[in-house]
């Protein structure tokens, strides 16, 4: 067998990731300049910020919410990153206290690539009653999602026939959020003008470097795939801090292409509960590190209980494996290391070779995207299963209505 016969969406897509770093920096752009984008007397006057999103976006708001803090932050603004439930409920406590005067100097950002999740809308609607500014950074405008916004930034990622489940999509989330949190320091005065084109240099820096990678990347999944695939049906990725998002993002993709089990959680979570899980020897577990973080060590001897333990392991870090002090026989893959000031990037790559693994797998495994019984060339608009019937999609077809509060 060779890789070839494992060609899917998921892998078509990991394999043009690192191409399109420039023409989804030059979306933004476009985005920015439209009417829809915040004015700049809006974003001057913003000393609240909350990030929110569902799916594969909840990870992305976890992973610009430290961007924004160094940005954006001290005593210039507060940033809230949660899921939309939490923001939708204790928006109004958590930063506003239900003051019109804090709410205009409040902005919720809300990321939806394909504009449909009815837990943002509600997000945008109660905001829009607390009088606080909101923007949708999304690919679809024309959605409940954009409807709802009062701002827009289209991201315009690039055209791509595949799809589903999401990986470029959610690069242009990350991109586009990204440098609108760096264009809001430069209005501020917080950073110098530029700081906008300093930070898309390094996301095409890192892309670059990717580009010359991922290919080797798909080789050694592939292997890796093959080696494993008659062992292994549970999965777990482990990450701190900002790299938790890239530890959800591999489980989240087995689960979308095979519908495996899979978890994920941070090191002293793993080293208190999940090394305890049974058969050891049926578990993929995927590490995350980062050689100047201080929780290099913790996140090390996570990895290493885990190979004791009996599992399969697989260690992703952006420095010599030497530097965190890992036992031989562990896998590793090197990663390119991000820039000192903004490390954060580094994650907008750097689950790249987990999706390929998971790829590899689920066409191993009979190719079942969402559990469709469709091999991984499905189109959105061929899924059969029963997750595709009115009855399992209610949250999307759910009708958002913002109840008035009764004064004491």
Known sequence: MVKQDLDSKLRRQVLSYPGIAREQIEGFYKGKSEASFPPDEVLKEIRHIYITGSGDCIAAARILKPIAEKLLGGFSAKVYADTPLNVGRYMSLAATNDDPDIGRQTLLIGLSVWGFP?????????????????????NSPDTPVGHAAEFILNVYDPVNPDTHPGCRDYFGTLVGTALTLAYMSEVKGLRPEGTVKHMADEIIRLADEYAKLVDGFDDEMFELALEVKDKIDIFEGVGDGYQYSSAFFLPAKVIETSGRYAVWSNSIDFRNTSIYYKNPERIMTVFYGEEDRADKESIAEAARMALSAGREVLFIG??????????????????????????????????????????????????????????????????TSIWARPDMSTLKGSKIVIVEEEEA
């Open 118 to 138: 009815a837990r943002v809308v509600e997000c945008l609607k109660r905001a829009e009653k607390l009088g606080i500014h909101t923007l949708d950074v999304t």
């Open 318 to 383: 952006d420095g010599p494996k030497e530097s965190f002090g890992l036992p031989s026989d562990m896998r590793y893959i090197e990663l390119p290391k991000a820039d000192k000031e903004f490390p954060e990037l580094g994650t907008f790559f750097n689950h790249l070779p987990g999706d390929l693994l998971a790829s590899h797998l689920c066409e191993l495994w009979g190719g079942h995207y969402f559990r469709d019984g469709s091999s991984g060339s499905f189109t959105a608009s061929e899924i």
